[in-house]
């Protein structure tokens, strides 16, 4: 198991910008593909944003253009900056590898909510 803490969620106005953090540990961090998920009361959660070990990016049609993930693989750090936030961004936001993903490992999540 990769042990992933997320940071940095809060109370936002619409248009407003958050950056997520996610900081793991272990040896082969670097290693991962990673991810960002949300998930609200009574939906599927989603995968919103991705990034491999090599440093390519995918995003969901919902937030392309708008989210940015990227990795500092000498912090064990993921990041997903967030701007133009909509209320329907609302939602408890989590980080994951592949690895741990596979096998239904996930941390506490970080909660944003997008309201004025």
């Known amino acids: 198991q990769v042990q992933l803490v997320e940071s940095g969620g809060g109370l936002v106005q619409p248009g407003g910008s958050l950056r997520l953090s996610c900081v793991g540990s272990?040896?082969?961090?670097?290693?991962?593909?990673m991810g960002w998920y949300r998930q609200t009361p009574g939906k599927q959660r989603e995968l919103v944003a991705r990034?491999?070990?090599?440093?390519?990016?995918n995003y969901a049609d919902s937030v392309k253009g708008r989210f940015t993930i990227s990795r500092d693989n000498a912090k064990n750090t993921v990041y997903l900056q967030m701007n133009s936030l909509k209320p329907e961004d609302t939602a408890v936001y989590y980080c994951?590898?592949?690895?741990?993903?596979?096998?239904?490992?996930w941390g506490q999540g970080t909660q944003v909510t997008v309201s004025s």
């Open positions: 272990g040896r082969f961090f670097n290693t991962y593909h």
């Open positions: 990034i491999t070990s090599g440093g390519k990016t």
């Open positions: 994951n590898s592949d690895w741990d993903y596979k096998r239904g490992y």
